[in-house]
């Protein structure tokens, strides 16, 4: 809670979805089971610091809802941790999970420490302790809870926790599935390091193929020539800019916490990155303009405002000066309910987190998948599919007369490999939730915004899944 925040995120998530229970057929009971988080474990354990300190971690995994199972959901590793906000994120990888129909309940997991301040060989430590607390109480298992990275941690930390979690149970033959956003050589999936970035780009780009939409807020139809800022360059933003840039749109700022710059002609967020990895800082890019504060950039005129850090950054005191036609959140929770009425009041398109982020647990859920068959995307049927379509080339060239340019016939024939697979997969999952929640969102006049729809689309999922089970009859 701050000033600008009079509740708590949870309780924020908790509103959202009480706005939207109205637009539902469900009793009471049934709501309040979905809304509430089945478990919660709080704990805290010693680590020895380099300088041979005992320092207290505290850390949490919540587990919100055990309609489906495994649970699923990331490990932060930030200072600013607390039960409530691992609450918070539980709740919406639940309903995330639902809407993108990967099946599994909603889970998230954070350690209350600031992951700059500690030396490698510490994290490793804290993230190996963190697992085998996991491990005593039953909270982490292919089939029981599914961590994953976010904010603050990567494919390195979910090593550790593979590694810890195999050797705690030897012969366990898919403990691979243990956690996903793994490095590929550990079981990782090719694909999962960009996907929800590259989950971002599907979303909006399916919001901007709809005219309908595009006529409401005064934009051309796709994403050619569209102005984007991104707020945030860690894995999810700078994936959005990429995306963004490569398919013809234009990135004019870039924010990070140490502030903001501003290029009319667009940025290259590779060169951004590599001019912070060599200054520090992002500041002073060459050709572009400093903005004074990072949160500047939330206030510019663009087309499309991509805030992919933390949540609450755009509340009720800085909502009013959004001149964004459309927000894509990125980030879990970065508008709040108070920002999702002026947005209404303005015609602000919000395309909400738990359903536009969700290409991460989406390629999560391949990659659990891999674990589980202990097979690589693509393997069985590569080859297979590129005799295939040579073959039918050759009856085609034999049939005509005519023959296939070399480039083409590569193209035609050429049977897809994991990445391709994964990124086919995680296009179609986007674009199938995109046009749902629109759905949802035309077919009742009354809903105000796509958050609302999302979460009506949410909760229907949820409750029947319920109801499927016998638990409400
Ligand atoms: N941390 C990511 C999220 O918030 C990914 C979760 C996962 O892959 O389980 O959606």
């Given at each position: ?419 391709e697979l994964v990124h086919s997969g995680l296009e179609e999952t986007m674009i199938t939730a995109t046009r749902e929640i629109m759905d949802v969102w035309m077919s009742n006049p009354e809903i105000p915004d796509m ?23």
């Amino acid at each position: 809670m701050s000033a600008q925040q009079p509740y708590s995120f949870f309780h924020s998530v908790e509103r959202s979805f009480d706005k939207a229970a109205k637009f539902t057929k469900w009793d009471l009971g049934i709501l309040e089971q979905i809304k509430a988080c089945n478990s919660v474990y709080q704990m805290r354990f010693p680590v020895k610091r380099d300088d041979g300190n005992i320092e207290v971690i505290e850390a949490y995994r919540v587990q919100h809802s055990h309609h489906k199972a495994p649970c699923k959901g990331g490990i932060r590793f930030s200072d600013e941790v607390n039960q409530d906000e691992v609450m918070a994120l539980a709740s919406l990888m639940t309903y995330k999970c639902a809407i993108v129909n990967v099946p599994f309940g909603g889970g998230k997991g954070g350690i209350k420490i600031n992951p700059k301040k500690y030396s490698e060989y510490e994290l490793e430590k804290i993230t190996r302790r963190y697992t085998s607390e996991l491990v005593k109480k039953n909270f982490i298992g292919p089939g029981i809870d599914v961590p994953a990275p976010d904010y603050g941690t990567g494919a390195r930390e979910m090593a550790w926790i593979v590694d810890t979690y195999a050797s705690l149970k030897p012969g366990e033959i898919d403990a691979a599935g243990c956690v996903t956003g793994k490095p590929i050589t550990q079981g990782g999936v090719r694909g999962r390091t960009e996907a929800t970035g590259l989950g971002v780009f599907y979303g909006i780009r399916e919001v901007c193929n709809m005219p309908e939409v595009m006529k409401k807020q005064g934009l051309s139809v796709g994403i050619e020539g569209k102005t984007v800022v991104v707020q945030g360059m860690g894995n999810v933003g700078f994936y959005c800019a990429k995306f963004f840039r490569e398919h013809g749109a234009k990135v004019i700022s870039i924010a990070e916490y140490e502030g903001a710059i501003f290029n009319a002609n667009g940025l290259n967020e590779e060169e951004v990155f590599a001019h912070r990895k060599a200054t520090g800082s992002i500041l002073n890019f060459p050709g572009s303009e400093n903005l004074k504060i990072n949160t500047d950039a939330l206030e510019l005129e663009c087309d499309i405002l991509i805030p992919a850090a933390l949540e609450n950054v755009i509340n009720g005191q800085n909502a009013p000066r959004v001149k964004a036609k459309i927000i894509g959140e990125a980030a879990n929770g970065p508008c709040t309910p108070e920002a999702d009425e002026i947005f209404a009041q303005k015609g602000i398109l919000c395309v909400p987190d738990m359903y536009l982020n969700a290409g991460g647990v989406t390629v999560s859920y391949f990659e659990w998948l891999k674990n589980l068959s202990h097979v690589r995307y693509g393997r069985m049927e590569k080859r297979f599919n590129e005799n295939m379509n040579m073959q039918i080339i050759k009856q085609m060239e034999d049939l005509t007369g005519k023959s296939v340019g070399d480039a083409q016939k590569k193209q035609i024939v050429h049977g897809a490999d994991e990445q391709e697979l994964v990124h086919s997969g995680l296009e179609e999952t986007m674009i199938t939730a995109t046009r749902e929640i629109m759905d949802v969102w035309m077919s009742n006049p009354e809903i105000p915004d796509m958050r609302t729809a999302a979460y009506v689309s949410a909760i229907n999922k949820v409750a029947t899944s319920y109801a499927e089970l016998g638990i409400f009859p």
